[in-house]
């Protein structure tokens, strides 16, 4: 709040004896006037009366004329002087008024701040709740309980763009966990506890895949995955944008599709395995893609696959056809220790003379090139 502001400065009131002290002078000078036109008439010696006693009646009327101009005078000046008073205190009510008004506007904003920090300290708490809550669901030994602690992390990060990467960290780090598919030979009991994570790993996965798509208002951007390590079953990244996104070491069961996905940033798939078919078909990667030592036990296709930094696929596995039919590799491109068993197509594809020189190494006969 500012300071007060200061009041005008004021005329100091006319002291009690003005008037009566004015009146007096003015009497006194008409009163002199009077007696000094007197004896000038006097003086004058007139012998006619009549006109001695009109001059002496022209000297009272100036004498009242003198006594009557310094009333009206001092009239005037006091009438001047209220008018002046007035305007002053006009201008003092109107900068009073103003500073009301300015310390009011004032108080309304200090408010409004005090509210808007309530309410936000507010929903951080409720925030953290809600975050708290969830994850402590996620931990619990019910199937049910973990779904509903899913749904209740997906709601906060629609919600609360701020906490997305936060949830998305959080789904990664709950795939990361060990688990053992379901066997056919174990005990019943077992089984339907590995069904029912499954289950749950499935809901995770189809809550990253749905926001990672660009659909409008449920498109979750720049998000990082790190799914290093994880089991991930059937994943369906196709159509995805990602920011940087590992898959290091993981273990794609049931088949992986990156379809036209994007990567703005670097992609890490050294020492993956991919159980079935693994799709980057027109996928995108800004960045680097790094396939280092990973496996491919069914077919692998980069068909139209576009990467702008480095890609590495030395030493990996490819137990299936491997297709990169279109691929257009920009950068730094070693297929150093590839192994190839069944064809490898390469039909108008774009790499340097090294990468074709390493690749004729590796798979031999088996290389198809346009």
Not at 130 to 145: M, W
Not at 295 to 312: E, Q
Not at 352 to 358: I, V
Request: charged letters at 20%; a negative charge.
């Amino acid at each position: 709040m500012s300071d007060p502001t200061p009041p005008a400065p004021s005329r100091p009131p006319l002291p009690r004896w003005t008037v009566p002290v004015v009146a007096g002078v003015v009497l006194v000078a008409s009163g002199v006037a009077l007696w000094a036109l007197w004896r000038w008439i006097d003086g004058l010696a007139l012998a006619d009366a009549g006109k001695r006693a009109t001059a002496q009646l022209d000297a009272v009327k100036t004498a009242s004329g003198i006594a009557v101009g310094g009333g009206g005078l001092f009239a005037l000046y006091l009438a001047a002087r209220r008018q002046r008073t007035q305007e002053l205190e006009l201008s003092q009510r109107e900068r009073a008024q103003a500073h009301t008004e300015q310390v009011a506007e004032t108080n309304r904003l200090h408010a409004e701040r005090v509210a808007a920090a309530a309410e936000s300290d507010a929903a951080a708490r409720r925030v953290t709740e809600l975050y708290t809550k969830a994850s402590e669901q996620l931990g619990s030994d019910k199937a049910p309980v973990r779904l509903a602690g899913l749904y209740a992390l997906e709601r906060l990060a629609q919600e609360n763009p701020g906490q997305r990467q936060t949830v998305v960290n959080l789904l990664c780090a709950y795939l990361r966990m060990p688990y053992p598919p379901p066997g056919e030979e174990e005990d019943r009991a077992l089984r339907d506890t590995r069904l029912q994570e499954r289950e749950v790993r499935l809901t995770a996965q189809r809550i990253l895949t749905t926001h990672l798509r660009d659909a409008g208002d449920s498109h979750w951007a720049d998000m990082d995955l790190d799914l290093s390590g994880g089991v991930l079953i059937g994943l369906d990244l196709s159509f995805c944008h990602l920011r940087h996104a590992t898959f290091a070491r993981a273990s794609f069961i049931g088949g992986a599709d990156f379809t036209r996905a994007t990567f703005t940033g670097d992609a890490g798939f050294a020492g993956t395995s991919f159980a079935k078919v693994g799709w980057f078909i027109e996928a995108s990667f800004a960045g680097n893609a790094d396939f280092t030592g990973a496996s491919f036990a069914a077919k692998a296709s980069f068909r139209g696959t576009s990467i702008a930094g480095d890609a590495l696929f030395d030493a990996v596995s490819f137990e299936g056809p491997a297709d990169f039919d279109a691929a257009e590799l920009t950068g730094v491109a070693s297929f150093g220790g590839a192994s190839f068993a069944g064809p490898a197509t390469f039909s108008g594809a774009s790499l340097p003379d090294h990468a074709w020189e390493a690749l004729s190494a590796s798979a031999g006969e088996r290389l198809f090139r346009a």
